[in-house]
């Protein structure tokens, strides 16, 4: 009967570890991205903002957060860089934005359409993919659709990612640099 009872709760660590593990919990980090010290490690964490709350204690629970889009920097950069093109679909959660047909003159003989796929929210250049299509008709039959120059794919890689690096250095320059002894209390400095 103890025995029984002994398997059970290993099986049942084991499920809990499994699922922990599934759901994103453990994360292999690397040790060169912090620093050995605790308070060094403390105080990078208050620059980036990192912390936590009791029972959401700073948050304003008066609807739906939807700032989810306008902190993403790279999702920021794509919508500012395409902001002269209309959209066909904007979908932040399928990490997708696909462009309407534009053309720089009213002949609209030849046209472009981008897509852009986010594959991470790093702003890394493997974190997106871009794809240009051009459109070239005939009066206004006979169109031939295409890939288009994977120069102009560059290009928009590049300026994508210059304006999100820009729009998080603007971020973390923004934010107060705090110092730990900032926030503990007087008795607390040893």
């Not at 605790?38 to 903002?49: A, D, F, M, T, V």
């Not at 206004?140 to 998080?168: D, G, Q």
Request: aromatic share 8%; glycine share 6%.
């Amino acid at each position: 009967m103890k025995l029984n009872y002994i398997f059970l709760k290993i099986i049942g660590l084991i499920l809990i570890l499994v699922h922990l593990n599934s759901c994103g919990f453990y994360r292999p980090v690397s040790a060169k991205d912090y620093p050995p010290e605790p308070e060094k490690r403390i105080q990078k964490n208050l620059q980036e903002g990192k912390g936590f709350t009791i029972m959401g204690a700073t948050k304003n629970n008066k609807g739906g957060d939807f700032s989810f889009a306008s902190s993403n920097e790279m999702w920021r950069a794509s919508l500012d860089i395409l902001d002269f093109m209309p959209l066909t679909s904007a979908d932040y959660g399928g990490g997708l934005i696909i462009t309407d047909w534009y053309s720089d003159d009213n002949s609209s003989r030849d046209s472009l359409k981008i897509s852009i796929r986010f594959l991470s929210n790093e702003i890394r250049s493997d974190a997106l993919k871009i794809t240009v299509f051009s459109k070239q008709c005939e009066k206004t039959v006979n169109c031939v659709v295409s890939k288009s120059n994977p120069s102009i794919e560059n290009e928009l890689k590049v300026a994508i990612l210059k304006r999100a690096a820009k729009y998080k250095k603007d971020l973390i320059d923004s934010n107060p640099k705090r110092d730990l002894n900032s926030i503990l209390a007087p008795g607390d400095k040893n």
